[in-house]
């Protein structure tokens, strides 16, 4: 028998409880609880990044991440970036620059990169290499994933982003 | 007169051919829409686990499922003695999926369990309680191929693991008498005569090491009987027709009553091509509980029990003339089966084309045996084989040029081969870029001069050295006639608003090839790719194809697809031709519309045509079909002939620096120019380049699957590395497009070259920056630096060890 | 499964104090990036109270206290990466920080995560060993809260294993303010900026005085079964005026006084020959400094 426990916080905006075990991990509430499944599993050691979730707005390993400590806070995963418009940005440039090929790396990634132009407004192709350096993709070697990341950045200071 | 304006519209000619096409699934998968296998859920199902085995060899002297059994929310456990119709499956059928009376891997499948939750069955898996009887562990092939060596597979055994055999009993495998799963034996030419006429030979050891696929999606399957006894499966195969009829055979059913739904799927690499145990169990599984089973792996189950590239041992006699001519290959090579055999034992037949037909080769001997062992089993992986072969061949052809005093470009360009040459194992050369992809990879990377210069600072002060290496690849680029049929089955239909649905039996592993087929038909039908909806993942509606592997889909599925847009374009014109009473040879297809050809009038928009053609007094739809089987043939029983109709290649050229105090090497750029016929989709061949690239640098440099006495001992990313995002190089792709005849506008086939040739390059990059070269993969900092300082390690293959 | 019985987030430390002198025994909940996957691997058995100590105000922050930095022990390795004190004060940890696994791993793991977890490769426990850190413990003993301190260097008792009491919290960490002209750099390596459990890492720091380095601090990661202090190098590094002849020497005694196993990351000859290789580059940038 294991001990469950009720959380409040909020998901995707919108406040919201959850019953989960206590030794559950994020991810599992989210895919398996509340039944979001854009989260993806990949190695349940935070090794992957396909688990990527934003937490008080910072990018955090879901399968590293205690359910119960969702308590109170403002979790955002990739269904919830639905509503972003730096995000609609960032899914576009994926399209546009070939940068999803399975597809299973994307959500993570696309989490990842929102949290990295949010924090680092400015960074270039290095800064953007090293900022996604948690996240495992197999298909496309990075590159266009990286240019796609790039091209909201300089998009963006060029004013072409609401 | 009662003249009504008309308003004429021209619309100029266009192509989509070589333009960047948006994949068609990108949106959904950015935004975390696409549903894979793991957010699939049946109502009622169960989830399945597999217990593993806890030995490397050893008997199985009972297994107690009662605690199991007894667990609340666990429907059934089986293990081999519930399944009295289980059936070994493999390329050798020598694998019954739940094993009996033996266990010969740290992988085999022992029990498994369905349960209400994941977490129940991984409780219950502990419950189960296995006694052994240990065995003596084989993990080397060089002592299993000795005389006698315990035998992984001895003759005769039943399915529930008795060795001997009662008459009328079913036999599981009839077993080996030894240790030899397989042999491969070619030859062309005579390769002694050849040796006496050479002015140098060379000989090396080189070592090719475990590694694993990685895909970021892990394996599962979900299966289903239905009311009637039918059977769904969803399943990620890459080769759902060669599977459904092989279920049919495992489980003595009708494969008409046999269904499989593809997912998208999270990565296949060649991973999903053979049938594994954990499928074939969760359908006992289903069959056992009444229910629908969902089977998922954890990721260290993924690195344990996946088929892995196959390791190779291979010894490379090479010879040439002063004159810079190639004269002959000899090669043994030792293959380390596992204890079961997959994909992994036939890389023989993509090894030896190789060795025959890469560059011109008059004489060419190559002989593999395949041994049991109780290490991993290799299955197909990117490239299968070919990345073993060409790491061996280019190592060769450096050291020749060496030997000899010419430049290594100059080498190779003497011996690559030219259009309309046919190989001495009958592999013709109708379109050939290869002199193209040498100058062009040599040219954009400033090769020479390169390669002078860090030879000049071998010895200079300073712990960092550059080094420039070239290797360049051949592969099947237009299918690979290995099964009875290598075609691919299309059926296309347009309905009233021209919207086009392509149905087709190419599956979609992610490399695009939905998108490319759309193109294909879009450029035929004059049509935009919003027009078209693809439907390639159910073998109750798709035609059948042979599968995803060979780099096959663009070349055939795309023919297919073009043979039915063809068809279709020929009936719209035939009816636009009677509407407007001209020829058919007038018009054409474009934007939307039916145009006419001189001038690209618009006569009507296609959308009008279809519905006129619908609702006129003979109704007709349009709807058509083709079934496109390419001019290739079978090889012989000497493993020649013309095997694809059309052949790829590429070179690359691996630019690295190598840190000589830590052995730490990086590398900085590759340039690479493919031979590809024609380009498609410019974005989605990009990406497989780049792809391919990323994943051969992995195989050269960082990835190693550590196998010590037949276990794994680093089943996760932490240990087993992964190239990520800030250790890419600088790419440079350009592309020969040599037009193939045969291929779709000229198309050839790509999806393994890029992977190919990677670590050929870097290994000859190494010994540009430094003198030394390693014959053994990965080039860890700590290999490299041991070879540094004369500790590298020894390679041997005797010849009779390997023959 | 685990087999917990009960689930508290204190908000304050004396409370969280009180809950460690429960029966059965307490498994503290931090940024979760260890002991998640531990839990889960089965190499770690959760006990019958699992605390979440996030909520916890006297752990957090970092903050100049009588000449020391104290950096909570919740401090994320993304906080210490940004901190201007850290930055101005502490450069070496910035260092650390940068190869420190990924950045959503740094977004939620903690320094007192990392210090109680006693990795001998633990990314940031050599350079706060070379920063002579001090740990500071809490718990409650005799019915009020109470505080120990105790130098790092003998913190650290095996693998995995410290001088943490049953019924202890590490609060916090507190490093001397450092003087003038102090040299601290820290090398890790790999084949990756980070997401990599080390081969072998080094901390070197100092006060630079007349081309040697006075009141040195050496330690190493990954080569024996904690990150240690390695007396002998630093015997031989005291006061010694650095020039070729002189790195040399220190880089043998470095490589002699460590005893590495051999693992699947390395064997223990390489490990050595990094030692060396390294400890002797880092030495040449000590003499240019």
Redesign the interface.
């Known amino acids: 028998m294991s001990l469950n426990h009720e959380i409040e916080f909020t998901l995707n905006g919108v406040k919201r409880r959850a019953t989960v075990r206590v030794d559950m991990s994020a991810l599992d509430m989210l895919r398996e609880v509340i039944g979001l499944t854009g989260t993806k599993y990949g190695c349940g050691e935070g090794e992957c990044g396909a688990c990527t979730i934003l937490v008080d707005g910072l990018s955090l390993n879901s399968c590293l991440m205690f359910a119960v400590d969702c308590q109170g806070r403002n979790v955002v995963t990739i269904e919830g970036l639905a509503a972003d418009a730096k995000a609609d940005a960032l899914r576009a440039a994926f399209t546009e620059h070939g940068a999803v090929q399975c597809g299973y790396c994307t959500p993570g990634m696309v989490m990842q990169a929102s949290h990295l132009l949010a924090s680092q407004p400015d960074a270039d192709a290095a800064a953007i290499k090293r900022g996604i350096e948690g996240n495992l993709c197999r298909c496309t070697g990075y590159k266009k994933i990286v240019d796609a990341i790039a091209s909201v950045n300089s998009a963006d200071k060029q004013g072409a982003t609401p | 007169m009662n003249v009504r304006e008309k308003k004429v519209r021209f619309i100029a000619p266009d192509t989509l051919i070589g333009k ?1 096409i ?2 068609m ?12 296998i ?2 699939i859920n049946l109502p009622g199902q169960l989830y399945g686990k597999i217990l593993r085995s806890e030995r490397v060899h050893a008997r199985i002297k009972s297994i107690d499922t009662s605690a199991a059994k007894a667990l609340a929310g666990v429907h059934v456990v089986i293990t081999a003695a519930d399944i009295v119709d289980q059936r070994p499956i493999g390329v050798a059928k020598d694998h019954l999926p739940l094993k009996a009376g033996k266990v010969r891997s740290m992988r085999d499948e022992v029990a498994a369990v369905a349960a209400e939750s994941e ?1 129940i069955a991984m ?1 219950a898996l502990k419950l189960i309680k296995v006694e052994y009887e240990d065995l003596p562990i084989l993990t080397d092939p060089a002592e299993a191929i000795k005389p006698g060596a315990v035998l992984i597979h001895p003759e005769p055994h039943r399915p529930d693991g008795h060795d001997a055999l009662k008459p009328g009993g079913s036999v599981a495998f009839t077993g080996k008498p030894d240790n030899i799963a397989m042999r491969f034996d070619y030859c062309h030419g005579d390769v002694v005569q050849a040796e006496a006429e050479s002015d140098v030979v060379v000989e090396d050891t080189f070592k090719l090491h475990y590694v694993t ?6 394996s599962g399957m979900i299966a289903e009987f239905d009311a009637s006894g039918n059977l769904l499966m969803y399943s990620n195969t890459q080769v759902p027709f060669l599977h459904k009829r092989e279920f049919a055979e495992i489980l003595n059913m009708d494969p008409g009553r046999i269904r499989i739904i593809q997912p ?6 060649g991973s999903k091509l053979d049938i594994y145990p954990f499928e074939v169990i969760c359908v006992y599984l289903a069959r056992a509980a009444k229910r629908p089973v969902k089977l998922v792996f ?2 260290e189950e993924e690195f344990i029990s996946s088929p892995t590239r196959q390791p190779v041992l291979l010894t490379l006699r090479s010879g040439c003339r002063k004159d810079g001519s190639l004269t002959f290959r000899t090669v043994h090579t030792l293959h380390d089966n596992g204890a079961y055999t997959s994909w992994g034992a036939t890389t023989p037949f993509v090894m030896m084309q190789t060795f025959s037909s890469l560059y011109r080769v008059p004489n060419c001997d190559y002989h593999t045996v395949a041994v049991y062992t109780n290490n991993p089993y290799a299955g197909s992986f990117r490239g299968y084989g070919n990345l073993q072969a060409t790491f061996a061949v280019e190592a060769h052809m450096d050291k020749m040029a060496e030997a000899i005093g010419m430049g290594p470009l100059e080498f190779r360009l003497k011996n690559a081969q030219d259009e309309g040459e046919v190989s001495g194992q009958g592999m013709d050369f109708k379109s050939c870029g290869f002199k193209d992809c040498l100058n062009i990879a040599a040219e954009r990377s400033d090769f020479k001069r390169k390669f002078a210069e860090n030879v000049k600072n071998r010895n200079a002060p300073g712990p960092i050295k550059r080094g420039i290496g070239i290797a360049s690849m051949l592969h099947v680029g237009g299918g690979a006639k290995i099964y009875p049929s290598d075609g691919c089955g299309t059926i296309l239909k347009l309905d009233d608003f021209a919207q086009v649905t392509l149905i087709t039996g190419a599956s979609e ?4 090839s939905e998108t490319v087929l759309s193109q294909l038909v879009c450029e035929e039908l004059g049509l935009p790719m919003s027009a078209l909806t693809v439907i390639n993942n159910d073998t109750a509606i798709t035609p059948w194809d042979v599968g995803v592997h060979a780099s096959r889909t663009t070349f055939i599925a795309g023919n297919s697809a073009l043979g039915a847009a063809r068809l279709a374009k020929a009936k719209i014109l035939a009816a636009a031709a009677k509407k407007f009473e001209c020829a058919e040879e007038e018009l054409d297809l474009r934007g939307g519309c039916v145009i006419k050809a001189a001038n690209g009038e618009v006569l009507i928009d296609l959308p009008r045509l279809m519905r006129s053609l619908h609702f006129q007094d003979k109704a007709e739809l349009v709807m058509t079909t083709f079934y496109y089987e390419p001019p290739s043939s079978h090889q012989d029983k000497d493993y020649k002939g013309n095997v694809s109709a059309a052949y790829a290649w590429g070179t690359q050229v691996v630019e690295i620096e190598l840190d000589t ?2 052995g ?1 090497v990086r590398m900085t750029k590759v340039t690479a120019a493919h031979d590809v016929g024609r380009v498609l989709n410019r ?2 061949i ?2 497989q380049v ?6 051969g640098q992995g195989y050269a ?2 990835e190693s699957l ?1 196998v010590e006495n037949g276990v794994t ?2 089943p ?4 087993y ?8 190089p600088e ?1 440079d792709i350009a592309f020969i497009e040599s037009m193939d005849g045969e291929g779709p506008k000229g198309a050839k086939g790509v999806g393994e070259a890029p992977a190919i040739c990677v670590a050929a390059a870097t290994a000859n990059a190494i010994y540009n920056a430094t003198g030394v070269r390693i014959c053994g993969l990965p080039f ?3 290999r490299v ?2 070879a540094l300082h004369g500790k590298g390690e020894k390679l041997y293959l005797a010849p009779e060890q390997a023959a | 499964m685990t087999e917990i019985e009960q689930y508290v987030a204190p908000s304050s430390l004396e409370q969280a104090a009180e809950y460690l002198q429960r029966p059965g025994g307490v498994t503290i909940l931090a940024g979760g990036t260890d002991l998640m996957p531990q839990s889960q691997g089965g190499r770690l058995k959760i006990r019958r109270t699992l605390m979440n100590i996030n909520h916890i105000p006297e752990l957090q922050g970092i903050a100049i206290e009588g000449g020391a930095i104290r950096i909570g022990a919740l401090a994320t390795i993304t906080e210490i990466m940004q901190s201007e004190l850290i930055k101005k004060h502490l450069p070496i940890l910035i260092e650390a920080c940068d190869h420190f696994a990924s950045d959503q791993i740094r977004n939620a793991a903690t320094l007192g995560g990392n210090v109680c977890n006693a990795s001998p490769a633990g990314d940031m426990l050599v350079p706060l060993l070379v920063l002579d850190a001090e740990v500071e413990l809490a718990s409650k003993p005799n019915g009020s809260l109470s505080r120990r301190r105790l130098p790092l260097a003998e913190f650290f008792v095996g693998p995995g294993k410290t001088r943490l009491g049953e019924a202890e919290l590490l609060a916090g960490l507190r490093i001397a303010l450092p003087s003038a002209h102090h040299y601290a750099r820290f090398f890790k390596f790999g084949t990756r900026p980070a997401l990599d459990i080390s081969t072998i890492s080094i901390g070197i720091a100092g006060v630079l005085q007349d081309g040697a380095l006075a009141n040195v601090r050496v330690a190493f990661g990954a080569v024996a079964p904690v990150p240690m202090r390695a007396p002998r190098t630093e015997q031989a590094l005291e006061g010694k005026r650095l020039d070729t002849a002189s790195i040399d020497a220190i880089a043998d005694v470095a490589r002699d006084e460590v005893t590495p196993i051999d693992d699947i990351r390395a064997t223990a000859w390489y490990r050595k020959e990094l030692i060396h290789n390294i400890t002797k580059r880092m030495l040449a940038h000590v003499a240019q400094s």
């Not at chain 2, 592993?509 to 695009?512: D, E, L, N």
Request: proline share 4%; with cysteine; charged share 25%.
């Open positions: 960047r948006q994949k699934d990108a949106p959904e998968k950015a935004s975390g829409k696409t549903r894979y793991h957010d977490l409780e696929h990685c895909c970021l999606g892990v998208s799927i999270g990565g296949g690499f954890t990721r592993i992610g490399q695009g105090e830590t730490i974005l989605g990009e990406g780049e792809g391919g690239v990323v994943m440099l960082t550590i001992r680093n996760n990313f932490r240990d590395k992964l190239v990520t995002a800030p250790e890419i790419m860890t900092p700590e630096y041991r």
